[in-house]
């Protein structure tokens, strides 16, 4: 009787088992970092070893009406627990859950906002190094918060909705920062998809914190012109002296490797009271990827930020 009993738990259990389904993937990388304005404080060396090892588990399941249901789970490790290397040590991140019909999307918790997430604007373009330490958009002070994926069980909830409808998306999203209940942020946005090209804008406010009542847009435009991929970005807050200016290119030199190129502007003049910070030189790299087969690539580049120092990458990462 135990047996019989035994076998029909283990029956039940399977059979809850294929009604959902549990995937694994993720990243690591490691290689050197560069800057030779990182021993400023006195506290690190311009040279660091960098190390990042990501896995992300996603659980997802499906009604009978065909509407899906998903949660992910990002374990993360990083080179140290400082938080002065690439990451923040090592960390189980806050869950991610989602809903999904059709065109129709809903992601909340720790999620990206509309901008960071990608749906409607190409906000990083083609970036460049091992850590992609230079993006179109990585010199730009937008005033917003960017509440992308965050470490830790402490963090700014989000909740991001988009629908897309032939090549016509549609999204927006809500931020609460949950150190600071009187900081939040909204986002509204549209992208366009036409051949290899796509057009996308999105507009913003952000109100509390570092940025009161700030308004903010983006404005991207890529595409693809045979293997050559291009990025272009313009974007402006009440933070701004000007419109900021980004762009980024891959351009392919064999059937493995592409060179790529970003230059980036935060339109801050010198007495900005932002550029003591973020500084107002304009942001320029070059790099390269380089297949080595196997989803495994050797990455790295070179570069001035805003602050007119030069960094730099060189690595290699892997996916699984």
């Known amino acids: 009787m135990k047996k019989i009993l035994m076998a029909s738990t283990?029956?039940?259990?399977?059979?809850?088992?294929?009604?959902?389904?549990?995937?694994f993937d993720g990243f690591g990388r490691f290689g050197i970092v560069y800057n030779d304005g990182a021993d400023d404080?006195?506290?690190?060396?311009?040279?660091?070893?960098?190390q990042r090892f990501r896995l992300n588990v996603v659980g997802t399941t499906e009604t009978d009406g065909g509407v899906e249901f998903r949660a992910r789970l990002r374990l993360e490790s990083n080179d140290n627990g400082?938080?002065?290397?690439?990451?923040?040590?090592?960390?189980?991140?806050?869950?991610?859950?989602?809903?999904?019909?059709?065109?129709?999307?809903?992601?909340?918790?720790n999620t990206s906002d509309l901008i960071d997430s990608g749906d409607v604007v190409d906000y990083y373009g083609n970036g460049i190094g091992l850590t992609d330490f230079a993006e179109t958009s990585s010199n730009f002070v937008?005033?917003?918060i960017i509440s992308?994926?965050?470490?830790?069980?402490?963090?700014?909830?989000?909740i991001k909705t988009s629908y897309t409808v032939?090549?016509?998306?549609?999204?927006?999203?809500?931020?609460?920062?949950?150190?600071?209940?009187a900081t939040e942020e909204y986002q509204i946005g549209a992208g366009y998809k036409f051949g290899n090209f796509g057009v996308g804008a999105a507009f913003g406010n952000v109100d509390g914190g570092d940025f009161d009542d700030t308004d903010f847009w983006a404005l991207s435009f890529n595409g693809d012109l045979g293997s050559f991929a291009f990025s272009l970005l313009a974007a402006d807050s009440d933070d701004q002296d000007s419109v900021a200016l980004g762009a980024?290119?891959?351009?392919?030199?064999?059937?493995?490797?592409?060179?790529?190129?970003?230059?980036?502007?935060?339109?801050?003049?010198?007495?900005?009271?932002f550029a003591a910070t973020k500084g107002d030189d304009t942001a320029y790299a070059v790099g390269f990827r380089h297949s080595l087969g196997g989803g495994v690539r050797l990455q790295g580049g070179i570069g001035e930020n805003s602050l007119g120092d030069t960094v730099g990458d060189l690595g290699v990462i892997f996916n699984f």
């Open 41 to 50: 404080a006195g506290d690190r060396s311009d040279t660091q070893l960098d």
């Open 148 to 158: 992308g994926i965050n470490g830790g069980d402490e963090i700014d909830p989000t």
């Open 248 to 273: 980024s290119v891959a351009v392919p030199v064999g059937a493995a490797t592409d060179v790529r190129f970003v230059v980036s502007d935060n339109g801050l003049d010198s007495d900005d009271s």
């Open 142 to 144: 937008t005033g917003s």
């Open 82 to 109: 400082d938080g002065q290397g690439s990451g923040g040590g090592n960390v189980v991140e806050a869950p991610e859950f989602g809903v999904r019909a059709g065109g129709f999307n809903v992601f909340l918790g």
């Open 10 to 23: 283990m029956l039940v259990a399977t059979a809850g088992m294929a009604a959902a389904d549990i995937t």
């Open 166 to 181: 032939g090549d016509f998306t549609f999204g927006a999203s809500y931020s609460d920062n949950a150190l600071d209940s």
